[in-house]
C-alpha cells in the first residue's frame, strides 16, 4: 500500500539555523516524490518534484530509495520558510497522489 | 485562466441535507483530484478523473459520496445526507498527467464545509 509518513507535526527551527523535514514512505514501485507546502492563507503548492533535482528557494530534496526517505533540507532558515510542509507521492501505476499529515515548520526569529 | 477554481468557498448545512461542489480546473489539465482535509491533517485522497473517467475512488469513502466530471472539464463532489463528521476542508487539484509519470499538481482554494 502507498503510504507516506511525516514523523514531526511541529518543527522549530532559529533564523539562521539549518532544517530538515522528514518524509518517508511506502510504496512497492518507482514512485515520484515532492514537496508540497501551504503557506498562512495561500493554496496548496509544488515547492519540488525529486525528478527535477533543483533547489527552490534554498531547499532541497534527495530520494533515497534504501532507506525509502526524501528529506527536505535548507542550509540556512529564514523567517519567510514559515509553513506547513507536505511530502506526498505518486505512483508509477495508478498515478494517484497521495499526502503525508504535514509538518509545520516555525522560524524563530 | 486564473488557476483551479472552487465554489462555494464556504458551506454550511445541516446535518442530512444534501450538498454539491464545483471545481473549475485549469482548461488544459486532463486529471482532475478531490481531496478532504480536517484540521491537522494532510490532504485525504478522495477520488480521481482522467478525462471523464473516473479512475478509482478511495476505499475509505462512503456510498455518500459521489463525483462527477460529465464532459472532462469541471467536476461537481456531491455528498448526500450529510453528517457532523463530513466537516472538513474539500480541495481540489488538477494537472496535466501523463499515464505513469507524474505532474504537479494545482490547487484551488477548497470548499469549507461544515455540518451542524
Known amino acids: 500500500a502507498q503510504r507516506v509518513t511525516q514523523p514531526e507535526k511541529l518543527l522549530s527551527v532559529f533564523k539562521g539555523a539549518p532544517v530538515e523535514l522528514k518524509c518517508n514512505y511506502s510504496y512497492s514501485g518507482s514512485p515520484e516524490l515532492f514537496w508540497y507546502v501551504q503557506y498562512s492563507r495561500q493554496r496548496l503548492q509544488l515547492l519540488l518534484r525529486h525528478i527535477s533535482r533543483e533547489s527552490i528557494k534554498g531547499f532541497t530534496a534527495d530520494l533515497n530509495k534504501g532507506e525509502t526517505s526524501f528529506h527536505l533540507k535548507k542550509p540556512f532558515a529564514q523567517e519567510e520558510d514559515s509553513a506547513m510542509y507536505y511530502c506526498a507521492l505518486s505512483g508509477s501505476r495508478d498515478d494517484k497522489i497521495i499526502f503525508g499529515k504535514g509538518t509545520r515548520l516555525h522560524i524563530l526569529p | 485562466d486564473t488557476g483551479v477554481s472552487q465554489d462555494p468557498r464556504h458551506k454550511i448545512t445541516k446535518r442530512g441535507q444534501n450538498v454539491t461542489f464545483r471545481c473549475d480546473p485549469i482548461s488544459e489539465h486532463n486529471r482532475l483530484y478531490w481531496y478532504r482535509q480536517t484540521l491537522g491533517q494532510g490532504p485525504e485522497f478522495l477520488t480521481y478523473f482522467q478525462n471523464e473517467a473516473q479512475l478509482e475512488k478511495s476505499r475509505l469513502l462512503s456510498d455518500r459520496f459521489s463525483a462527477e466530471r460529465p464532459k472532462g472539464s469541471f467536476s461537481t463532489l456531491e455528498i448526500q445526507r450529510t453528517e457532523q463528521g463530513d466537516s472538513a476542508m474539500y480541495l481540489c487539484?488538477?494537472?496535466?498527467?501523463?499515464?505513469?509519470?507524474?505532474?504537479?499538481?494545482?490547487f484551488g482554494q477548497g470548499t469549507r464545509l461544515t455540518v451542524v
Open positions: 487539484a488538477s494537472s496535466l498527467g501523463v499515464q505513469g509519470a507524474g505532474t504537479e499538481a494545482f
